[in-house]
């Protein structure tokens, strides 16, 4: 009996599928591709054309009875669409009485302007088994598994129709772009599915190149591109090792630490920093992630969940053929990226032939702006989002680059600019220069006030861009990239509001090196256009010297200054005005050879006086300078410049009312200058061009100049032999008054000398005499005292003046002798020196005066101390001196530098430590002694008298001021010479240098 129910409903079925598929094709094959309404069944209208695939529900309600099989009452019970635009699938639930449910799929793909059916399928299950002979809890438990069967029929279905689903919009990507659609519908199924996870992920990982990766999450519109360098966690480590060992699957659980520092690695190298906190501090704050992984051949599947869910096997099964069916999904994205690769490739090699084709087309350097607004085309065609371009020629000597630039104007007109500026005005030209100099590219994000800083720099050279090009925002977060591809002269860059991708820098790097075949041809055509420049020039100066040679008399200077202005305006020069002038005096008057307003016809010769106008005043100081100049006249100035010439020197101007401005473009020679008049910016060239043309007529000058010479020699002769006459008088006169003077002057000087040694030795000696006769004329009334006191008989006071008469006896004895030692410093500060040199070893005889005099010190105070350090050079040898003078001159200097230490010491701290440092040295030509201290060096106003007679800055009484000019004066006498050193506060180092003779 079943196998006869099972064979009726097998043929109602397939009776029923090509009735139904006949009226699904009837129903999609119409010209407007929207699902008509059946005239006996309740159908969507929903349109085909719906942008995502989505269910909608249609009951076809009951079919009653198919050809055939009269009796079967068949009814649909439900009726779903997907559809997408270009493919359609219909799946049906069909309830046939008593025995099944059966569902129906048909799958359709439009093409060739009309819905195919590409295939269908059927399934069937059982509700309900009759039998005889079983039992009522046989049944229940047939029942009991056929319900089971059941839910795992339709989990299977459901799943298979997920499956379907990622199939049908797999076949219908037309972009690789669209395999975004794809991961997100994987994600949408899972999730109807009831899968428990929080993303999906598709990713290629690879330990050199970091990982890269697409993830689906709920909420996310489209999925999350991610590129991150590796890192040393599990999450990588476990993929790379099963990859290693050819694991196709597996699971794992991330602990909370391993997620956390794997999460937040993300969080710092990727687009994931963006996402909200609540969802960031959700993943990191996780109790583990749970993680399936499916390997294959091209990407890697990744399912997982931040609960800490563990999956079933079954779940791991349903993942698994997840994973294999967006294996062939990315297995299409592969060919139509290759696909799109290959197209860009030939449409970006049709722009460079363009852009070729372009530089070959170059006929003058001029063209240079048309072959970059062809760059500027071809990668606007390209779709790079580019807000302009151009190309700079860097000059690595001035730090300037030469820039030309296409852009668009606010109606989308192209917009060529051209201009020079300098590259260290801002830092995103300081940086493409540094990177042009090293032959690498450059990258740059101007942002917020960077941004314009960078409009505001640029905008006061001489490269302005128009203001609709600037395209600045006022929203703190706008701002602009900036991308230099490098080449030999400079780069090809460009502007763009969003970050230059790598696709795109390499785009821009190879149209970089075919524009180096561009400005090949541009160098090129600038030679050869300098070089038939250059003939025009020297052609046009060669007359004007032709023209000089042929002058016969001075007279004719007017008649060559009308050839130099001939030859200047047939080169191109476009003055209002051509002149000369010669500076006739120092005081500023000038004469003037002034062509006409059109600069075809010269006029008489004008006079005028710098003085008088301030125009021409600067004209004069640029002549005394040399140095060519632009004097740009406007307002007052110009008024008063066109008052001056036309009604002082009476040249004529047209319409003068009608001038706002006039350049002055002047270069001078050593008379005069050249200059030109223009109410517009002339080129840099004219300047240089002016200067060739004033050197030359500087010959011309000289020219003119040797003819009036020749034309009044006689008289000039005449007078020049009368003038030096008078002057050699003069000079004769100066020379016997200069010679009388200067025996006065010297006279005087000795006179001075002779004042200044006497009033010293004056000075000096009344000191110690005063203290004598002082002391004197107290013992003598002490003495009467002494007398009336024995007369009184009062001893102990007579004794008493005893006692005082006999300390100033002392004192009287020890002035003496310091007169005596002043006397006997000047005899031998007179003396002949008589002594005759040897041979002396230098080293021994500086050891030897310099323990002399530090054991002298010690001798009368025991309590100075100080410590003395030596370096003598072994290498000097014997050298000829007088002995006993340089060892006066080293006891003297040493003494000083003891006396300097022992004052700082008595004065100091505790930790001070008293040095003397004695060195020689043998140097080119003679011998060095150095004599240093520690101690706190010479006041500095004192240094230029301390080699000065009777100069000392010791007490009264403890110097004679002539140690050091005694010094002084062998040293000279020996041929030498003492250098001083001074550090106030630090000490002072006497350097004495002798000729060095063995």
Known sequence: MQAIHEHLLMGAHSLYLKQVVGKYSSLLNTDDKRIQRPATNSFSDKELDEPEPKPISAGFGSWSGVAGFPEIDIRTVSNQVFFNGTAAVFIDEIKLPDFSSIQLTSFFEYGDSRWQNSYSYESKFFNRTETNGISEKGTDVQIDDLQKSLAEKEREIAIEKSLEKIRVRTNTMRKSIELLDVINIISEQLAQLGFIFDNVTFGINSQDEGFRF???????????????????????????????????????????????????????????????????????????????????????????????????????????????????????????????????????????????????????????????????????????????????????????????????????????????????????????????????????????????????????????????????????????????????????????????TEASKVVLKRFAGVFTLTYSRFIDLQKAEAQAREAQIEAALERVRSRTLAMQRSGELPDTAAVLFRQLINLGIAPNRLYIGIITDETGHMEFWITDEDGSKVSTMFAGEATKNASLMKIFEGWRRQKCQVIDMRGDELTEYFHYLGEELHVSFKDIVSHTRRIHYLAYFSKGFIGLASPEEQPDSTLKLLERFAYVFNLTFTRFNDLKVAEAHAIQAAEDLIKLQTEKKRAEDALIELRATQKQLIQSEKMASLGELTAGIAHEIQNPLNFVNNFSEVNKEMLAELKEEIDRGDLETARLIAEDLIANEEKINHHGKRADAIVKGMLEHSRSGASEKQLTDINALTDEYTRLCYHGLRAKNKSFNCQIKTEYDDSIGMIEIIPKDIGRVILNIVSNAFHAVSEKKREALEQYEPIVTVET??????????????????????????????????????????????????????????????????????????????
């Open 214 to 500: 697409w993830m689906a999450a709920a909420g996310q519109a489209t999925p999350l591109y991610i590129h991150v360098p590796y890192k040393n966690n599990p999450a990588p480590n476990r993929v790379i090792e099963a990859q290693k060992n050819g694991v196709k699957s597996f699971t794992d659980f991330l602990s909370s630490e391993e997620n956390r520092e794997w999460v937040q690695h993300l969080i710092d190298h990727s687009e994931l920093v963006h996402y909200p906190e609540k969802v960031k501090h959700y993943i990191l704050s996780s109790p583990g992630y749970v993680r399936a992984t499916f390997i294959l051949d091209k990407i890697n599947l990744y399912v997982g969940n931040y609960k800490g869910v563990h999956y079933s096997e079954n779940d791991i099964k349903v993942f698994e053929r997840f994973a294999r069916v967006f294996d062939q999904s990315y297995t299409r994205f592969l060919d139509l990226k290759h696909a799109e690769e290959q197209a860009s490739e030939a449409k970006v090699e049709a722009s460079l032939e363009r852009v070729r084709a372009a530089a070959m087309a170059m006929h003058k350097s001029d063209d240079m702006t048309t072959a970059v607004a062809v760059v500027f085309e071809e990668l606007d065609k390209l779709q790079l989002g580019l807000i302009r371009c151009g190309i700079g020629i860097i000059d690595a000597e001035t730090k300037s680059v030469e820039v030309y630039t296409t852009t668009r104007s606010e109606s989308g007109i192209a917009v060529h600019v051209t201009g020079n500026e300098s590259m260290s005005i801002h830092p995103l030209l300081l940086g493409a220069f540094h990177a042009f100099t090293r032959h690498e590219d450059f990258e740059y994000e101007l942002t917020a006030e960077d941004l314009h800083d960078y409009y505001d720099a640029t905008a006061q050279t001489n490269f302005r861009l128009p203001d609709s090009a600037l395209n600045l925002s006022e929203s703190p977060e706008a701002g602009q990239y900036y991308f230099m591809a490098a080449f030999q002269a400079g780069g090809l860059y460009a502007f763009s509001e969003s970050k230059f």
């Open 921 to 998: 040295k043998k140097t080119e030509g003679g011998v060095r002694i150095s004599i240093k201290d520690n101690g706190a060096g010479i006041n500095e106003r004192n240094i230029d008298k301390i080699f000065q007679p009777f100069f000392t800055t010791k007490p009264t009484g403890q110097g004679t001021g002539l140690g050091l000019s005694l010094s002084y004066d062998i040293i000279k006498a020996h041929g030498g010479e003492v250098k001083v050193d001074n550090r106030p506060g630090e000490g002072v180092e006497f350097a004495i240098f002798i000729p060095f003779q063995t």
